[in-house]
C-alpha cells in the first residue's frame, strides 16, 4: 500500500511539473519571441503613432522585439475582435484608444474596456478641429454658423460616430455632412487635398502640418486654451455652451486579453511603465501636446470606465446612440 502510495505521490509531483509547473517556468522566460502590438487603426493616425513610439522603447525592457499589426476597420473594432481571440499568453497586446467606450450604445461591437485587463495608460491628447489656410472661415464661431445656415452642406471627414470626429460633432451638436475615413491619416490627406472642408483629430496626428502651415486651427476641444498655444482658441472658452462637456479627448493605453499568467502581466507592466518613463518618452508627449497619464491597475480601470459613462450618455443625449448607457449598466456620472 505505501508503494501505492509513493508512486502516485510521483506521478501527482509529476504533473504539477508537466503542468503549473512548466507555465510559471514559461511565464518566467517570457517573452521568448517577438511580441504583436495590435493597433485596430489604419497607419498614420494618432494612435498608431502612439504604439510605434511606446513599442520601440519598450523592447528595450522585454529584451523582444515588439512588432505593430495594423488592423483597420469597424472603428477600431475588428483589431480589437483579434486581440481577444489569440491565446493569452502575452505574445499578442493591444494599443488602443477610446474607441472602445462606445461600441455597445453605437452597435458597433459588443466589446468595453471590461473585456481586457490595462497595462498602462499612457497620455491622453486634445482634439483640434482644424481647415486649410485659405478656408472661409477665422474662427469656431464661424464654421458652426456655416453650419446653422446651410445645414449638410459643410463637409467633415470622420472615422464614424464613434471616434474623436463623430463624438466632437456630437458636442457640437451642428449639421455636418459625415465624409466617412478608415483612419486619421486619410482624414488629413483628405483635408489637405481639399476633399473635405474640416475634421476633427487628435493634435498628435496633425501637429506637424499645423507647424508646416498646411492646416490651421479654428480650436481645441478643451475648457482652456493650451499653455504653448494661446493663440488656439478654446472651445470651451469660444463657445462657453459647449463647457458642459468639457474636458474631453482621446486617451491612449496598453490592454491584454483576460486571463493571461500572473508574472507575464508582471513584466509587461514593469516593461512599458518604464518605457512611459523613458525621457524619450517624455519629449514625444510635450512635442505633441499630450497630457501624460500613467496609470495602471484601478486607476486605470476607473479611469476608463468614467470616461465610458461620461462619453456614452452624451452620445445617448444627442441622439446619436442606438442604445442607452442604462440597458449595459453604465451609469450616468
Known amino acids: ?29 517570457y517573452p521568448e519571441r517577438l511580441v504583436t502590438a495590435i493597433v485596430p487603426f489604419a497607419p498614420g493616425g494618432s494612435t498608431d503613432i502612439m504604439a510605434r513610439t511606446i513599442a520601440t522603447l519598450a ?16 472603428n477600431g473594432s475588428i483589431g480589437a475582435k483579434e486581440a481577444l481571440d489569440k491565446k493569452a499568453d ?34 491622453r491628447g486634445v482634439p483640434v478641429i482644424v481647415t486649410k489656410p485659405e478656408s472661409q472661415w477665422k474662427t469656431v464661431n ?18 464614424g460616430p464613434t471616434g474623436v ?3 466632437v460633432a456630437t458636442i457640437l451638436g451642428a449639421k455636418f455632412n459625415m465624409v466617412p475615413f478608415k483612419s486619421e491619416g486619410e482624414i488629413i490627406t483628405a483635408v489637405l487635398g481639399g476633399h473635405t472642408d474640416v475634421a476633427t483629430v487628435g493634435l498628435l496626428s496633425v501637429a506637424d502640418y499645423i ?16 499653455p504653448n498655444h494661446p493663440d488656439w482658441a478654446a472651445l470651451g472658452e469660444a463657445m462657453p455652451e459647449y463647457g458642459k462637456h468639457l474636458p474631453w479627448g482621446p486617451f491612449y493605453g496598453v490592454w491584454v486579453k483576460k486571463g493571461m499568467p500572473a508574472d507575464v502581466v508582471a513584466k ?24 501624460p497619464m500613467n496609470l495602471m491597475g484601478a486607476d486605470a ?20 446612440a442606438q442604445k442607452s448607457p442604462a440597458e449595459f449598466g453604465i451609469p450616468r456620472l
Not at 518604464?274 to 508627449?285: C, I, L, M, N, R
Open 1 to 29: 500500500m505505501k508503494k501505492v502510495f509513493r508512486v502516485v505521490s510521483v506521478l501527482c509531483s509529476l504533473t504539477i511539473l508537466m503542468t503549473g509547473g512548466l507555465t510559471s517556468a514559461r511565464a518566467a522566460d
Open 59 to 74: 523592447e528595450a525592457h522585454l529584451k523582444q522585439s515588439v512588432v505593430v499589426k495594423n488592423v483597420s476597420g469597424g
Open 90 to 123: 502575452g505574445y499578442t497586446i493591444l494599443i488602443t484608444a477610446e474607441n472602445l467606450a462606445s461600441y455597445r450604445v453605437m452597435g458597433v461591437s459588443p466589446l468595453s474596456f471590461n473585456d481586457y485587463d490595462p497595462i498602462i495608460l499612457l497620455a
Open 142 to 159: 464661424d464654421l458652426i454658423k456655416s453650419t446653422t445656415q446651410k445645414p449638410g452642406e459643410v463637409k467633415i471627414a470622420t472615422t
Open 165 to 167: 470626429s463623430g463624438i
Open 211 to 226: 507647424k508646416a502651415g498646411k492646416l490651421k486651427v479654428l480650436a481645441v476641444v478643451n475648457d482652456k486654451k493650451l
Open 268 to 291: 509587461l507592466k514593469d516593461s512599458f511603465s518604464k518605457a512611459a518613463a523613458d525621457p524619450k518618452f517624455s519629449e514625444f508627449v510635450a512635442k505633441n501636446e499630450l497630457l
Open 301 to 320: 480601470l476607473k479611469f476608463a470606465n468614467d470616461f465610458t459613462s461620461k462619453t456614452t450618455w452624451l452620445l445617448f443625449d444627442g441622439g446619436a
